[in-house]
């Protein structure tokens, strides 16, 4: 049973709540369109994100710097690779 390091499970708490507001602003800003009919975003990206953290072993997550940069894969995997075009892409990157 290995602890986790202290400032890592304090930066996980607060990704659970950047993750919620990517998901707000993500689906608020990119609407479906007829060109973008596929821009629906739901639940299901938010357990996508947390799931694919959760696939990292845990010995893997050695600080929180590590964490945060899994963390944005998983959000550019999940939301960004949705999009279809720079300026959409661009916008989510910021």
Same mark, same amino acid.
Not at 28 to 50: D, G, I, Q
Not at 58 to 86: G, M, S
């Given at each position: 049973d290995k602890?986790?390091?202290?400032?890592?499970?304090?930066?996980?708490?607060?990704?659970?709540?950047?993750?919620?507001?990517?998901?707000?602003?993500?689906?608020?800003?990119?609407?479906?369109?007829?060109?973008?009919?596929?821009?629906?975003?739901?639940?299901? $990206?938010?357990? !996508? /994100? =947390?799931?694919?953290?959760?696939?990292?072993?845990? *010995?893997?997550?050695?600080?929180?710097?590590?964490?945060?940069?899994?963390?944005?894969? $998983?959000?550019? !995997? /999940? =939301?960004?690779d949705k999009?279809?075009?720079?300026? *959409?892409?661009?916008?989510?990157?910021?």
């Amino acid at each position: 049973d290995k602890v986790v390091p202290k400032v890592v499970a304090e930066v996980a708490t607060k990704l659970t709540e950047a993750t919620i507001q990517l998901w707000t602003k993500t689906s608020a800003k990119m609407l479906p369109t007829p060109a973008k009919f596929h821009y629906l975003f739901n639940m299901r $990206e938010l357990s !996508r /994100v =947390f799931g694919g953290l959760f696939e990292a072993p845990r *010995d893997t997550i050695k600080d929180e710097v590590y964490l945060v940069k899994l963390w944005r894969h $998983e959000c550019e !995997r /999940v =939301f960004t690779d949705k999009l279809t075009n720079a300026p *959409d892409k661009e916008w989510e990157s910021n």
